[in-house]
């Protein structure tokens, strides 16, 4: 292919193997990453300072990015990556000299190969931020990046699982049992390098001569957005390198062993999880700045508690701390590197990436000594602080309240205001909603589109009814169609103007759906455009429109109606027109029209259409419809279940033997006089008294069996209607 970018195929077969790798890397990252070598460090003696070097290597490393454009120019992304992450892991071999030394030599050691590690790894990172832009689109960024975290993190706790029952044997609980760990790690590193090799890719590192990360980063200070999401960026890094002096905390202040170091590992790996498949859920739909001003607040606290809390208050509740900490870290992590990756420039991305990581470098260095000079300062201070790690953590405070300050800064097009995400979250009705639409949004089924649609339009919650809104500017989805017809089961007022506009529009393939649903909605603008559409050269149009003006009350057009309903041939549309006059023609003039020949001309079908909903409009029971429904399955059936409902009337009661007679023998004639005959002895009211004109004008030579059983069953009604009983509004 001739263009760098990569095809929707190789995209998904990239993502693929991208959350392949993240489960290796999460396995090979437990145990060669910062915990096991903080033990390690701390076994042989390290200082706070060396510990606080420790917490910002990953980080300081960055540094080296500034020559790296430089130096693999040309080279394709994916390739350096799989031989820096291969390079990553071999590197851990040296840990296996630390059988042969001991005390400042071996801590030296120890942080050459870890600053090897970390120099091989940002290698390897210059180049992730520039993939999953590759990789992701706008849609499924913040999905894509979550479940590459929950996918890391997950496979990271089962493996802190392993590290946890490794030191918890007696002959493993120190330095043997770390470094034989850490072959393991080599293994799972190399494989997940393989795994980064799969992944497509035609895009290589760019370098332009004479350009360096401190262009780039005059560049991108002039930009507002660029600009607040690196200072977010650097400051989340530095809350990282601050944070990492827990564990240093917990051996040497608290006390706690070794294995217990690996299951509080393992706890927080669960709070990272947690906040993966938390940011899952809300990454792209309420955006990343509600939830990063949210989580910051949390983090605030927790880092009050760790301030505030004395080393000896028990074990269980740094684990709950270190828990809640970790999990709106990790969420602040994810929804800034969202942010960061959406604000790349689309051209030299590696650059833009290689200025991000160098000066997170510079700044992680200076936090992680700075730091660790403030822990030394604590220890020196003694009991006038809490505990021995306090100003550190209190320079943890302050950066969590710049994270709050910098994300209030941040534009995030299309992200929910902080009330709205707010109102989502903490109420149970709204993330009910919230989590039906998504559901809806995944699903593609047509059948449980239309079972989430109809239980969205019963949801009475603002938020669906702003989603309903957003289908109604979809000009062709099955989600429009069925959110139109939801508008008219479930009138929104506010939502009317998008009807109407939906109506008007000549060109919408919704069109006759609109006008439908406008049915429901009593108003004049309405009134007005269902009116002037009675003029429309579309035959669904008009009757639609007739129908629903009928619904709304809106009287003013039945004598131009009767006249439409007259000339209209189309069988559909005649029964709107029926729909419409029972609600405009208040004096029953229509039902003169209820027996005729027209209706029998047109078939058994729609005869039996026909009655069944006039009988409906009228609110007559039994059903008509379920009659006509047995008649169809089984003959005779159908006249047997009425005249079983009708015993209640002596006159029928009387004639069921005889009725039953002549239906079998086929004298409808008979029948029909009958009907007459009863209905001669009754009066009725003005309104009704035009169905029994109806019946005693029909003439008998078109009556088949389906005409029959309709007289029959509109005698009963007519016969069981009070005399002063007349026209009654019922909804249809």
């Known amino acids: 292919m001739s263009t760098q970018f990569l095809t929707t195929e190789e995209k998904a077969r990239g993502v693929k193997h991208h959350y392949l790798h993240q489960n290796f890397n999460g396995a090979g990252f437990n145990f060669l990453g910062d915990t096991p070598v903080y033990l390690l460090a701390i076994h042989y003696g390290a200082t706070n300072t060396q510990l606080g070097y420790i917490s910002s290597t990953i980080f300081i490393t960055g540094m080296l990015l500034s020559v790296i454009p430089r130096l693999f120019s040309g080279k394709n992304m994916v390739k350096l990556q799989?031989?820096?992450w291969l390079f990553r892991g071999l590197v851990c071999l040296g840990y296996s000299a630390l059988f042969f030394i001991e005390g400042q030599s071996a801590v030296v050691l120890i942080l050459t190969i870890y600053t090897l590690f970390c120099s091989f790894r940002v290698i390897g990172v210059v180049v992730y931020q520039p993939l999953m832009k590759m990789l992701t689109t706008n849609r499924n960024r913040g999905t894509v990046l979550s479940k590459s975290t929950v996918s890391f993190h997950m496979i990271l706790s089962i493996s802190r699982v392993v590290s946890f029952v490794v030191t918890s044997i007696k002959q493993l609980a120190g330095p043997v049992g770390i470094i034989m760990l850490q072959w393991v790690g080599i293994l799972f590193n190399t494989l997940s390098a393989f795994q980064m090799r799969k992944i497509p890719c035609r895009q290589n590192i760019e370098y332009t001569p004479g350009r360096n990360v401190f262009n780039i980063l005059s560049e991108a200070l002039k930009n507002r957005e660029f600009r607040y999401c690196m200072l977010l960026n650097w400051t989340n890094t530095s809350l990282m390198v601050v944070f990492g002096f827990i564990i240093p905390f917990l051996r040497r202040e608290v006390g706690i062993n070794t294995n217990l170091i690996f299951l509080y590992t393992l706890a927080v790996g669960l709070a990272s999880v947690s906040a993966g498949l938390y940011s899952q859920g809300f990454a792209d739909r309420i955006g990343s700045r509600p939830i990063i001003l949210g989580s910051s607040l949390l983090l605030s606290l927790c880092t009050l508690l760790w301030l505030l809390t004395p080393a000896d208050i028990g074990i269980a509740f740094y684990f709950i701390f270190g828990f809640l900490t970790t999990?709106?870290?990790?969420i602040n992590m994810v929804m800034t590197n969202r942010l960061v990756v959406r604000s790349m420039p689309e051209n030299d991305t590696v650059g833009y990436s290689t200025m991000l990581n160098f000066f997170s470098g510079i700044i992680a260095f200076?936090?992680?000594?700075?730091?660790?000079i403030l822990a030394d300062f604590s220890n020196k201070v003694g009991d006038i602080l809490p505990n021995g790690y306090s100003l550190p953590f209190f320079l943890a405070f302050l950066l969590t309240l710049l994270t709050f300050f910098l994300t209030w800064k941040i534009k995030d097009a299309g992200s929910l205001s902080p009330r709205k995400a707010a109102s989502i979250m903490f109420s149970l009705t709204n993330l009910a909603t919230y989590q039906r639409i998504g559901q809806l949004r995944k699903t593609i089924d047509p059948t449980e589109k239309k079972a989430l649609i109809l239980r969205l339009g019963n949801d009475k919650t603002i938020m669906a009814e702003e989603e309903i809104k957003s289908f109604l500017h979809n000009p062709l989805a099955i989600e429009k169609e069925e959110a139109i017809l939801s508008l008219y089961s479930n009138p929104r007022p506010r939502l009317l103007p998008d009807l109407l506009k939906e109506a008007s529009d000549p060109g919408s393939y919704h069109r006759v759906r609109a006008v439908f649903a406008l049915g429901a909605y009593p108003d004049r603008k309405n009134e007005e455009l269902l009116t002037k559409l009675l003029n429309d050269p579309n035959p669904s149009i008009r009757s639609n429109a007739a129908k629903s003006l009928g619904r709304i009350g809106a009287c003013s057009s039945l004598e131009t109606v009767r006249n439409l309903a007259e000339k209209e041939t189309e069988i559909l549309e005649h029964l709107n027109y029926i729909i419409a006059l029972k609600h405009m023609d208040t004096e029953g003039v229509y039902l003169k029209e209820l027996f005729n020949e027209k209706v029998t001309a047109r078939g058994k079908s729609y005869t039996q259409s026909h009655y069944s909903l006039h009988a409906r409009l009228l609110g007559f029971t039994p059903s008509l419809s379920e009659i006509f429904?047995?008649?169809?399955?089984?003959?005779?059936?159908?006249?047997?279940?009425?005249l079983d409902e009708a015993r209640d009337d002596e006159g029928f009661l009387a004639s069921h033997s005889e009725l039953m007679g002549w239906f079998k023998g086929a004298e409808y004639g008979r029948i029909w006089e009958r009907c007459r005959n009863i209905l001669s002895k009754k009066k009725h009211s003005a309104y009704y008294e035009n169905m029994k004109e109806s019946l005693?004008?029909?003439?008998?030579?078109?009556?088949?069996?389906?005409?029959?059983?309709a007289a029959v069953y509109f005698t009963y009604q007519l016969i069981k209607i009070h005399p002063d009983e007349g026209y009654i509004q019922i909804q249809g």
């Open 82 to 84: 799989f031989w820096a």
């Open 629 to 642: 429904h047995s008649r169809n399955m089984a003959q005779g059936q159908g006249l047997q279940d009425f």
């Open 696 to 709: 005693r004008g029909f003439p008998l030579s078109k009556a088949g069996y389906d005409e029959t059983l």
């Open 366 to 372: 200076l936090i992680g000594i700075g730091a660790g």
């Open 327 to 330: 999990f709106s870290l990790f």
